[in-house]
């Protein structure tokens, strides 16, 4: 019996009531129930559930366009190709590689949840992983990069550092499970055994390699730091054997590039084979062919000096020979000398000659040491009249003396001041209101306002006045014949 087919798309829950259900023939036919009313926002929302669920983790290749950076960090772009096209965000706290990549035109292959966007009901793809779609954008990536770093003068000449000649200790950053190690070692074994080597193991190809790749060249530095000066790492040898372009592709990554650029200890690049370029090879300080390039490079210094310390030991021993032939003729011409001349003959010519070099001798270093305690005493007399505590008591009387005069006339200004604020306190107690009435003067009011009469034209019929006298007041009532004319 054939079963009914389900398809993915199917939205029965959505529009629930769109069908119609067949009645039985015997019962009444009743009018269809109405569709539910929807809301666009719970509308959206199941749609975004239905495809959150369908669609939780994808992959989808294509070409970017509309691309728009904002400010907070987060990138907006569309992914599309001939027939439709795909809104994307990628999200300022995602961690993922080849985000500087991002660029009109470039193709790319994103990993990430499908969803909707609710404020719109668009949907859209929350990125999650990029990678880059095919060699050809690998290597435009590459060629971008190169110019970036290009720009900010990463490659310059000025910027590369001499490797030290003859190192003792060198850093050594690579995968320990790979053949560069291997063939690193045995060269290293072979031309330089007293050489010392700190490994930094990392990933060099794969998801995070590059990553791994900075963390290592950082830990050596802070390695490096921490040690007392002349006993840290001479160089750092960044290495890894050959590959295809995506297998070296971590060494072209813009942190690794960084981390170089950063590095405090010089850098040798020794990636992949003699045709192979890096962005590493660039920002290092020197770039060898090959891992074993790289070091020979390292050990030419010790090799050379063991060399010439060779041709030198057999140039000494013919040296030695031929002094010691020349040395053993002489001692034979000074021993026929010697049987000619007697030493008593000599030295008894020389005697009275020694005697007067010696009475010379004993008048100079008299005469020498009296001129020098003579100039030592004319010194310390001049030391003694310059002496700081002789002028350090000048200055200490002049400053009390100048202190006596500040204070003495600080307390006659001040008895000026005071005198004078006396005489203008008698001033103002004269002038008070108080002492003008005893002088025979008295102020009139009215009584009911309060208001002080100065003129007669102020005066009112029957005003009942108020006068203040220099003892006391009292009140008084206008008459018509007061008013005047």
Not at 13 to 40: H, N
Not at 359 to 364: A, E, F, M, N
Not at 448 to 463: A, N
Request: glycine share 8%; hydrophobic share 35%.
């Amino acid at each position: 019996m054939p079963t009914k087919q389900t398809s993915q798309w199917e939205f029965d829950g959505l529009f629930e009531g769109a069908g119609t259900e067949e009645k039985e023939p015997d019962q009444p036919c009743e009018a269809p129930p109405s569709p539910k009313v929807w809301t666009v926002e719970a509308l959206t929302r199941q749609i975004r559930q239905l495809l959150e669920s369908r669609f939780r983790t994808v992959r989808v290749s294509g070409e970017v366009s509309n691309l728009r950076w904002q400010s907070s960090g987060h990138c907006y772009f569309s992914l599309k190709d001939a027939g439709a096209q795909l809104s994307c965000v990628l999200f300022r706290g995602e961690k993922v590689s080849f985000r500087d990549q991002i660029a009109q035109g470039v193709r790319l292959i994103l990993s990430g949840d499908v969803s909707v966007y609710m404020p719109r009901g668009q949907y859209q793809m929350i990125v999650r992983g990029i990678e880059l779609d095919g060699i050809g954008s690998l290597q435009m990536a590459f060629e971008r990069l190169k110019a970036k770093l290009q720009e900010e003068g990463l490659f310059d000449a000025s910027r590369k550092r001499a490797l030290c000649r003859y190192p003792e200790t060198i850093g050594l950053v690579t995968s320990v499970s790979g053949a560069a190690l291997r063939d690193v070692m045995h060269v290293l074994r072979r031309r330089h055994p007293g050489l010392k080597v700190l490994l930094a193991d990392c990933r060099v190809q794969g998801q995070g390699a590059s990553s791994d790749i900075a963390r290592s060249i950082d830990r050596l530095n802070r390695w490096h730091a921490s040690q007392p000066s002349g006993k840290g790492l001479d160089m750092i040898l960044l290495t890894r054997g050959g590959g295809s372009l995506e297998d070296l592709w971590a060494f072209n990554e813009e942190g690794v590039a960084r981390a170089i650029a950063s590095s405090t200890i010089p850098m040798i690049s020794a990636i992949g084979h003699e045709i192979d370029f890096t962005i590493s090879d660039f920002v290092a300080d020197v770039r060898a062919a090959t891992p074993s390039a790289a070091a020979e490079m390292i050990s030419e210094g010790a090799v050379s000096a063991r060399q010439r310390m060779l041709d030198l030991g057999q140039r000494m021993r013919v040296w030695l020979e031929s002094a010691h032939d020349q040395a053993g003729e002489r001692l034979y011409q000074l021993a026929r000398r010697l049987d000619q001349r007697h030493p008593r003959r000599v030295l008894e010519s020389h005697w009275q000659q020694l005697d007067e070099w010696q009475t010379d001798l004993s008048l100079s270093v008299t005469h020498a040491l009296e001129r020098r305690h003579e100039r030592v005493l004319a010194m310390a007399n001049m030391l003694r009249a310059l002496h700081p505590v002789k002028r350090v008591q000048t200055r200490e009387q002049q400053l009390q003396h100048v202190s006596t005069q500040w204070q003495r006339w600080i307390r006659q200004h001040c008895f000026q001041l005071d005198e004078r604020l006396k005489n203008l306190g008698n001033s103002l107690h004269l002038l008070g209101p108080r002492e003008t009435l005893a002088r025979g003067y008295s102020i009139t009011t009215d009584a009911e306002t309060g208001q002080v009469l100065s003129r007669l034209d102020q005066l009112k019929k029957g005003m009942t006045l108020s006068t203040m006298l220099s003892d006391g007041s009292f009140e008084s009532t206008t008459n018509p014949g007061d008013l005047g004319p």
